[in-house]
């Protein structure tokens, strides 16, 4: 059967109003102990699967779950065991003929023999209430605290899931959003099992989770096409969002460094370009989005451009013979990233996105009844002329607007992207094979220009921070001409939109 459930953290000045909240209502405390196997080499973490044995209030309970395209969509399967002291040796056969199973040997295939071992545990108490709304609307609500256990390592738990048992799923997610409204809860889509997974490697978390294509081919209909793409981008989104918004979110190293700043900067950017290029589909995409999303990713790009400036920028410094400089503190208005990704009204857009590519959230009318792919090739055109017109006139455009250029060409590679998985590859990796130099060169650019301006700024205070400007101002001239020739050749890359259909055994 298929699991639905939306899991969220609760911030912990939170918790104690969330808890008097919860309890409101007729609640039953159990608790419950899980142990999770795997193999020595982790082959069902690796394939988004766990396998677990819970003592639960009527015995032992052996579940087997597998992910799925869309966050809260799950497979799932569980055998009761019955009463027993003792914990029962676990047995992936006892999940033999349902849909978890048959994922569950498709991993193993290529193992032959698979030795299952105990990784990690977890130790939770269970708070449950069942909650109703309109339209007959029954979903049951977990508030979980507790730990999970790898050795001698330990994660504490606190958090809720609203698991959907009947009734409209648009209902599901009306119901959390009241909660997220109230107690300002934030989206969490890393689950027990792979915190476990991660705990056990010695690791706080996940590494940066890069963009995905989404799940399309040709006879989607326009209001499908996009929710596609909207999946697509939250499964980049909310797994850095989770590694960001946990508390490791400070931009330092690991998990919440970095490369999860740049993923989330990017999924942000793809699930901006699809609100803004398919937006003639008016396929329930939400124009009122845009702001949450816009402040988050300009907070994201502030933070970027301070760790480029402290490491990429700073090495080359060195390099080139700059003299000793005290670190950069460009000044900021910005809450810590922590509180801005867990900022109500941008869970509320990443909660109604979500509901839309789940098709929770009805489509009432459409304004374009055709095929998505003619609107979609339209919007490629364009964006492809005025790459063109940028190259001509690149070298003498004011930074802002050569800053503009890199945006349109952003917006062109990601909603070509999204259209790629209908077309042939050799035709597709052409394509994105032209467009990579100005992509190169539209970036060095747009960096040199914010480090240029932030050691200005610091050479006030710091006079050695003159010898940075110079540095960065003689390499500008030649930056600028080269991503006008990198410009020029992409706009005469040849669009594989116009080509053939990618056959579906593949070509």
């Known amino acids: 059967m298929h699991e639905i459930e939306l899991k969220?953290?609760?911030?912990?000045?939170?918790?104690?109003?969330?808890q008097?909240?919860?309890?409101?209502?007729?609640?039953?405390?159990?608790?419950?102990?899980?142990?999770?196997?795997?193999?020595?080499?982790?082959?069902?973490?690796?394939?988004?699967?766990?396998?677990?044995?819970?003592s639960e209030p009527g015995g032992w309970v052996q579940t087997?779950?597998?992910?799925?395209?869309?966050?809260?969509?799950?497979?799932?399967?569980?055998?009761?065991?019955?009463?027993?002291?003792?914990?029962?040796a676990p047995d992936p056969e006892r999940h033999a003929g349902t849909p978890a199973h048959r994922r569950l040997l498709k991993a193993f295939a290529p193992a032959k023999q698979a030795t299952l071992v105990e990784v990690f545990r977890t130790d939770v108490t269970r708070e449950v209430r069942l909650l109703k709304g309109p339209g007959g609307l029954l979903a049951e609500a977990a508030l979980d605290r507790g730990e999970v256990q790898a050795g001698a390592a330990r994660h504490a738990l606190w958090?809720?899931?609203?698991?959907?048992?009947?009734?409209?799923?648009?209902?599901?997610?009306?119901?959390?959003?009241?909660?997220?409204?109230?107690?300002?809860?934030?989206?969490?889509?890393?689950s027990k099992a792979e915190r476990g997974h991660w705990l056990s490697l010695g690791k706080t978390g996940a590494p940066a989770v890069k963009a995905r294509s989404p799940e399309v081919d040709a006879g989607l209909g326009a209001a499908a096409f996009a929710r596609a793409a909207v999946a697509a981008c939250l499964a980049q989104v909310l797994p850095n969002l989770s590694a960001l918004a946990s508390g490791d979110g400070n931009g330092s190293g690991g998990p919440g460094g970095p490369d999860h700043v740049h993923q989330l900067r990017v999924g942000l950017r793809r699930l901006r370009t699809v609100l803004r290029e398919?937006?003639?589909?008016?396929?329930?995409?939400?124009?009122g989005w845009e702001a949450p999303l816009a402040r988050?990713?300009?907070?994201?790009?502030?933070?970027?451009?301070?760790?480029?400036l402290e490491t990429q920028t700073r090495g080359a410094l060195i390099a080139a013979g700059a003299p000793p400089l005290g670190r950069l503190q460009p000044p900021s208005q910005d809450p810590p990233l922590s509180s801005l990704l867990q900022a109500s009204d941008f869970q509320l857009v990443l909660l109604a996105a979500q509901a839309l590519a789940m098709q929770a959230t009805p489509?009432?009318?459409?304004?374009?009844?055709?095929?998505?792919?003619?609107?979609?090739?339209?919007?490629?055109?364009?964006?492809?002329?005025?790459?063109?017109?940028?190259?001509?006139?690149?070298?003498?455009?004011?930074?802002?607007h050569q800053h503009r250029a890199r945006k349109r060409l952003k917006r062109l590679r990601y909603l070509a992207e999204f259209t790629a998985p209908l077309f042939r590859r050799s035709e597709v990796s052409r394509y994105f094979k032209a467009l990579a130099p100005a992509q190169d060169c539209l970036g060095r650019l747009t960096d040199q220009m914010a480090a240029q301006a932030a050691y200005r700024e610091a050479a006030a205070a710091q006079p050695q921070a003159w010898f940075a400007v110079g540095w960065l101002s003689a390499?500008?001239?030649?930056?600028v001409r080269a991503a006008r020739q990198a410009l020029a050749q992409a706009g005469k890359a040849k669009p594989f939109w116009h080509g053939r259909l990618r056959r579906r055994q593949g070509c």
């Open 363 to 400: 489509v009432t009318h459409a304004a374009y009844d055709g095929p998505p792919l003619p609107a979609l090739a339209e919007r490629l055109d364009h964006l492809q002329r005025q790459l063109r017109r940028d190259a001509k006139h690149f070298e003498t455009l004011p930074p802002e």
């Open 8 to 18: 969220f953290q609760v911030p912990e000045a939170r918790r104690r109003g969330l």
């Open 296 to 308: 988050v990713f300009g907070a994201l790009g502030r933070l970027r451009d301070r760790q480029l």
């Open 64 to 88: 087997l779950k597998a992910g799925n395209s869309h966050g809260p969509l799950r497979l799932e399967d569980n055998v009761a065991l019955g009463a027993s002291e003792a914990m029962p």
């Open 159 to 190: 958090e809720i899931e609203f698991e959907w048992k009947a009734g409209p799923l648009a209902g599901l997610f009306a119901l959390a959003a009241d909660w997220v409204a109230q107690h300002g809860l934030w989206l969490d889509s890393v």
């Open 20 to 54: 008097q909240a919860f309890r409101r209502g007729r609640v039953t405390e159990q608790r419950l102990l899980a142990v999770y196997f795997d193999t020595e080499d982790r082959l069902l973490a690796r394939h988004g699967m766990a396998l677990r044995l819970r």
């Open 278 to 287: 398919m937006a003639p589909l008016d396929a329930g995409l939400d124009p």
């Open 475 to 479: 390499g500008h001239a030649d930056a």
